[in-house]
């Protein structure tokens, strides 16, 4: 049995004759919380595009649960994703926007709130269920996105900078969160930051320059190995 | 099976909730019919002498012609209203969410074609109702057997809409729609005067309205309120919804994020 959740093979990729990804692999094993970080303008949030199908494949490879991303019925069955950019529905309740996503993801309503009941509570969501979210603040929309995105118990968490535009708290609150959901639900996570305070030494990590994929590993290893003191100055020797 | 009826269920669900919020949108659609229906049609009655036609029976007032067109408006606007949505929300919002999803995507751009249908079909009874109240001569069993063929129309103009608005990059902006699509359009029809009509004044213009499928749908409106049925009709509308879905999943896939 295949021990990575997600794996990329020889991945290109161009918008028309600029090339952005440039022969990149990378993978993530199960069960573990994985960064992929790099500066804007790096490529990340076009591997996140391929990896959703947001973008079509041009070259390479893309498994995900050894399923191939062409097979996109089975490939992203079991995938949670958290965009950048904000996608609920404002003029929804919060309540309301979970039904509309778990109607997506083929649950009726009964089963959508089932589903996630515990994590409602653990995101201290109970009171905002039935508030429009255009009447909540940036952290408690954050929240109800990332609880969105466990509606259908994925085995595998995009998240596309999902701190982005938020205080420290809530920054660290949701990150605390999404490595818990890793010890205790054995969920994969593809973390997607530019931000080196999101990243622990334990973490695996890929980092990403203009398009190529410069090492991945454990964050530690890769400091040791570079004779670095510490990640930002591993990746600053990186990306020089 | 119960993956694509809970998705289509949830598609329904959001546009109506959106619907039923935003009754702003509601009545600016209902207006702008009415507008035409109230100012335009009293008007424009005293220039036009319209002679009986299929499928009415007798002599009818301008009223009564324009109304079945004033519902392909009504369709008309929420088609491209909602299509160009579509399109920006693809770059930068809640499309993104039914795009990855791991269900088909045309059917997925189908369900959301439908729930746009429905919305639209709820503004159209509603102007009918106040065009009935307003006089007009319509039954209410005309309008029930109506309603399918609103919803297919409207499905056809969703559609149409989505794949223009996804091939043609000037497309989007609403203002330029009106201009160039919208307006074309609905004054090429059979929406506000018979064909006949614009046969008498010209031919090439006469031929462009033959050729154009908003004409087919206006008649199939025009038809069924009045309980009637044209098969060559009804055969334009049944090849158009076929080709216009087409066209809506291959625009759809070619437009580039």
């Known amino acids: 049995m295949n021990k990575n959740i997600l794996e990329l093979k020889n991945v290109d990729f161009s918008y028309g004759k600029k090339m952005v990804l440039n022969n990149i692999s990378f993978k993530i094993r199960k069960g573990t919380f994985t960064v992929l970080l790099g500066l804007n303008g790096a490529g990340k949030s076009t591997i996140f595009s391929l990896i959703t199908r947001l973008q079509n494949l041009q070259t390479g490879e893309i498994e995900i649960n050894d399923y191939p991303i062409k097979n996109y019925s089975k490939a992203l069955k079991d995938i949670g994703i958290v965009f950048q950019e904000p996608t609920l529905d404002l003029d929804l309740t919060v309540k309301q926007n979970l039904h509309y996503y778990g109607s997506l993801k083929g649950l009726t309503f009964k089963e959508t709130l089932i589903s996630i009941e515990d994590e409602i509570k653990k995101l201290e969501l109970e009171d905002v269920l039935n508030t429009t979210v255009r009447n909540l603040n940036g952290g408690h929309r954050r929240r109800v996105e990332i609880l969105r995105a466990l509606i259908n118990k994925p085995k595998l968490l995009l998240l596309d900078e999902p701190t982005v535009g938020l205080d420290l708290k809530s920054r660290f609150d949701i990150l605390n969160y999404v490595r818990d959901l890793v010890k205790r639900e054995n969920l994969s996570i593809l973390w997607i930051t530019h931000l080196f305070d999101e990243v622990n030494e334990d973490d695996d990590i890929s980092i990403i320059k203009a398009g190529k994929i410069m090492d991945e590993g454990i964050v530690k290893d890769i400091v040791t190995k570079y004779e670095k003191d510490n990640l930002v100055d591993t990746f600053n020797f990186l990306v020089r | ?257």
């Not at chain 2, 036609?53 to 408006?73: D, N, Q, R």
């Not at chain 2, 503004?123 to 006089?135: R, T």
């Not at chain 2, 499905?155 to 809409?161: G, H, R, V």
């Open chain 2, 1 to 257: 099976m119960k993956k694509y009826i809970s998705c289509m269920k949830g598609i329904i669900y959001k546009e109506l909730i959106r619907f039923l919020k935003q009754k702003s949108r509601f009545f600016s659609a209902l207006v702008r019919p009415l507008l035409w229906l109230f100012i335009f049609s009293v008007g424009f009655k005293t220039a036009l002498g319209l002679a009986i036609t299929p499928p009415y029976e007798t002599y009818i007032t301008y009223e009564t012609y324009i109304v079945p067109g004033l519902v392909g408006m009504v369709l008309l606007f929420n088609g491209m209203q909602s299509s160009l949505t579509m399109i920006f929300d693809r770059e930068m919002g809640s499309m993104k969410i039914l795009l990855t999803s791991y269900i088909n995507r045309n059917y997925l751009l189908f369900c959301k074609m439908f729930a746009t249908a429905i919305v639209s079909t709820l503004q159209a009874l509603a102007f009918l109702f106040i065009a009935k109240w307003y006089g007009v001569e319509i039954s209410y069993y005309g309008i029930l057997i109506t309603i399918p063929v609103i919803i297919i129309s409207s499905i056809i103009l969703n559609a149409f809409a989505l794949f223009i608005s996804s091939v043609i990059k000037q497309l989007e902006n609403f203002a330029t729609v009106m201009n160039f699509v919208i307006f074309p359009m609905f004054f090429l029809s059979s929406a506000l005067y018979p064909l006949w009509k614009i046969k008498d004044s010209s031919i090439l213009l006469f031929n462009l309205s033959s050729y154009n499928p908003f004409t087919y749908l206006v008649e199939a409106i025009r038809f069924a309120l009045y309980e009637k049925f044209d098969t060559q009709i009804f055969l334009v509308i049944g090849i158009s919804f076929i080709i216009s879905l087409l066209m809506a999943f291959v625009g759809f896939k070619l437009k580039k994020v």
